[in-house]
């Protein structure tokens, strides 16, 4: 809703804080006049949309005031509404004052709910706390960021279908069925697993956070991708120290799909045929450091400094011409974070002699030992 302006008339400080606090968290700006004189010069400056008086307000009675408010109101071209905080008032004020142009009428101890339902009720419109207006914002997000990762995995049955009838050896036609079959059942259990990103996003999230083996993580991955790689001629090294625990603490589903799934199709987008991509595992301190370097088109710094910025999202082509919703790379970046983890990012765009070795993209997520 638009930020409009409520002017709060009351002479205790208590009271105005709290109704300003209310206020505030229903979307509008406030301003307080703890005096008769302030309270119509601020109706006359600020024409505001809405007037609370409160029941600590002035020692004129409040049916008197009402009139005298309503008055001053209705020379504006859009005459705000009165709400009248009643306190101790008796039923035959109540009834004065409403006769007198008060709208509404709210009881102390002040609650938002109630207060809410009041101001929409006056105004004639829907009115929603900051809390509310942050849910549907999480909704919003959520929805495009399931799509996004749904969207990797059925590419991947686009690729098996569209090479199904070509003449290829039974065993890899058997093969790429196998990798069809595990990619439905792993977007069903993605689509499980969309509360947990609007868990993490309403900030109430209690995460299966428990050990994961990266090395079989990334395995899996690696796996359901693989026509996606072949497509491109691209080949998926794995480089696991044999003599290091690589276990850590994560959510296992969102761990693979959310940060390696995203990882890995970014780097395919962005790698150029017949290049390798690289899943690396190594020990940093207290964390497990996985890398996913390729050797594609890298970034410039203006890209690296916004690279998790939702407000500045970028979305590049890719090397042959893939498009992208911007949305994985912040996807990769929130749930990384929701296991207590942090990334790194280095990338070198081509330089003015072409060198294949020096340019392309690491992306470090540290997560913590299990």
Do not use: W
């Not at 509008?28 to 600590?56: C, W, Y």
């Not at 991708?225 to 625990?245: A, H, Q, T």
């Amino acid at each position: 809703m638009q930020q409009d302006l409520v002017t709060i008339a009351s002479s205790d400080s208590e009271e105005a804080s709290t109704l300003s606090k209310i206020v505030s968290d229903l979307g509008f700006h406030s301003h307080i006049a703890p005096s008769e004189d302030l309270l119509f010069q601020n109706i006359s400056q600020n024409t505001p949309r809405l007037v609370i008086i409160g029941s600590k307000f002035s020692s004129s009675p409040k049916p008197r005031l009402t009139a005298m408010v309503s008055s001053k109101v209705s020379a504006s071209p859009h005459p705000a509404k009165i709400i009248l905080c009643v306190g101790d008032l008796d039923d035959e004020s109540i009834q004065k004052s409403k006769d007198n142009g008060a709208a509404g009428f709210v009881q102390a101890p002040y609650r938002k709910v109630l207060i809410k339902d009041i101001v929409g009720s006056v105004l004639g419109i829907t009115v929603s706390t900051n809390a509310e207006q942050n849910h549907l914002k999480v909704a919003k997000n959520l929805f495009r960021l399931m799509i996004h990762d749904v969207s990797n995995l059925f590419t991947n049955l686009d690729i098996y279908f569209s090479t199904a009838n070509k003449d290829v050896a039974n065993d890899i036609r058997q093969k790429r069925f196998q990798r069809a079959q595990r990619t439905v059942l792993e977007v069903k259990r993605m689509l499980k697993n969309v509360k947990t990103l609007d868990a993490i996003r309403s900030q109430d999230l209690v995460q299966k956070i428990e050990s994961v083996d990266i090395k079989a993580c990334a395995e899996e991955i690696g796996d359901l991708y693989l026509d996606r790689l072949e497509e491109k001629s691209l080949n998926l090294v794995y480089e696991f120290p044999s003599d290091l625990s690589l276990r850590v603490l994560a959510d296992p589903l969102a761990l693979k799909h959310q940060v390696m799934g995203n990882l890995l199709t970014n780097a395919i987008k962005f790698s150029n045929r017949e290049r390798n991509i690289t899943f690396r595992a190594s020990e940093s301190r207290d964390y497990i450091r996985f890398d996913v370097i390729d050797k594609g088109i890298g970034m410039s710094e203006k890209i690296l400094k916004n690279l998790f910025n939702e407000s500045k999202k970028h979305s590049r082509n890719g090397t042959q011409g893939e498009k992208g919703t911007g949305y994985g790379l912040q996807l990769v970046s929130e749930f990384v974070q929701a296991f207590d983890g942090y990334i790194e990012v280095t990338s070198e765009e081509p330089g003015v002699v072409y060198d294949p070795e020096s340019q392309g993209t690491c992306f470090s997520v540290f997560l913590k030992k299990a």
